[in-house]
T-cell receptor
Framework: QKEVEQNSGPLSVPEGAIASLNCTYSDRGSQSFFWYRQYSGKSPELIMSIYSNGDKEDGRFTAQLNKASQYVSLLIRDSQPSDSATYLCAPGKLIFGQGTELSVKP | EAGVVQSPRYKIIEKKQPVAFWCNPISGHNTLYWYRQNLGQGPELLIRYENEEAVDDSQLPKDRFSAERLKGVDSTLKIQPAELGDSAVYLC??????????????FGPGTRLLVL
């Protein structure tokens, strides 16, 4: 089993829709969880961090964490073409998933 | 404030040649990371420094890769000799100390290495 698994992409959504990105992890000891956004040809940048079970909202982004299920997700509301990028899940500071490519169509 | 600086941005070499990458972290950041990112994959940690000390280098292929962080600031990552499979983007990142709330890693632009 991979340490981190993300839903395979590319994920395509129309502008204004909700994009849902999922991630499962194997290390039950993970305490901190991060979502990074990486535009093509650029470096990752942190967009969300979550530490407790439940939801955390920041603007159009909502991170959801369920430690019992070893599952973390990122919802992007009112998706914009500028959200088109690869989203990396990181359960812990040093491990990254393979990323899910999101494409938002105008 | 300047971000993480890396050089060179691009490097093309022939296999068996040596190559070196340089990183200057954000001022005041004790922790420095080197990652390798293959196409379509997430970054893979190669080595992490806390000040001058390499505290996590379990994923560094020590037969051909070496790294140093003299004086706890700049760092260099070297590959000698390079192999075709080393073609990737090499990312440097820095943060405050992990055990001092250094949750946010700031990445440099990366060095794109192509080994022919």
């Amino acid at each position: 089993q991979k340490e981190v698994e993300q839903n395979s992409g590319p994920l395509s959504v129309p502008e204004g829709a909700i994009a849902s990105l999922n991630c499962t992890y194997s290390d039950r000891g993970s305490q901190s969880f991060f979502w990074y956004r990486q535009y093509s040809g650029k470096s990752p940048e942190l967009i969300m961090s979550i530490y407790s079970n439940g939801d955390k909202e920041d603007g159009r982004f909502t991170a959801q964490l369920n430690k019992a299920s070893q599952y973390v997700s990122l919802l992007i509301r009112d998706s914009q073409p500028s959200d088109s990028a690869t989203y990396l899940c990181a359960p812990g500071k040093l491990i990254f998933g393979q990323g899910t490519e999101l494409s938002v169509k105008p | 404030e300047a971000g993480v600086v890396q050089s060179p941005r691009y490097k093309i070499i022939e296999k068996k040649q040596p190559v070196a990458f340089w990183c200057n972290p954000i001022s005041g950041h004790n922790t420095l990371y080197w990652y390798r990112q293959n196409l379509g994959q997430g970054p893979e940690l190669l080595i992490r420094y806390e000040n001058e000390e390499a505290v996590d280098d379990s994923q560094l292929p020590k037969d051909r890769f070496s790294a140093e962080r003299l004086k706890g600031v700049d760092s260099t990552l070297k590959i000698q000799p390079a192999e075709l499979g080393d073609s990737a983007v090499y990312l440097c990142a820095s943060s405050l100390a992990l055990n001092s709330g250094g949750e946010t890693q700031y990445f440099g632009p990366g060095t794109r290495l192509l080994v022919l």
